[in-house]
């Protein structure tokens, strides 16, 4: 399976963003897609998730901001993240996992996509 992540960018606080991760490969061997983010210096962190029952996840501190979804059809899930805040700057990452039990660790997930960067200037 291979992910590729897209639609990162500099953007002002307040403003929106689509993250896209596209799938191909072996994409019906995965359930679960999450996205990640790390910044410089910080371990990286979960940011939301996806299985294929269409269940959403999200961790705290996007909670109310960012949607995660996904179109079966186009193999791609999204991350629209409103209210961008300079804490949200990092690089994106989605993976995938065969799991549908939510797992908020890295190393659960085998299959990564390359990053996109956020950038959210005051």
């Known amino acids: 399976v291979q992910l590729q992540a897209s639609g990162g960018g500099l953007v002002q606080t307040g403003a929106s963003l689509r993250l896209s991760c596209a799938a191909s490969?072996?994409?019906?061997?995965?359930?679960?897609t999450s996205w990640f983010r790390q910044s410089p210096g910080k371990e990286r962190e979960w940011v939301a998730a996806?299985?294929?029952?269409?269940?959403?996840y999200y961790a705290d501190s996007v909670k109310g901001r960012f949607t995660i979804s996904r179109d079966h059809a186009k193999n791609t899930v999204y991350l629209q993240m409103y209210f961008l805040e300079p804490e949200d700057s990092a690089l994106y990452y989605c993976?995938?996992?065969?799991?549908?039990?939510?797992?908020?660790?890295?190393?659960?997930?085998?299959?990564w996509g390359q990053g996109t960067l956020v950038t959210v200037s005051s």
């Open positions: 490969g072996r994409t019906a061997s995965v359930d679960t």
């Open positions: 996806i299985n294929g029952l269409n269940n959403p």
């Open positions: 993976a995938a996992t065969p799991s549908r039990l939510l797992s908020t660790t890295p190393g659960r997930y085998p299959y």
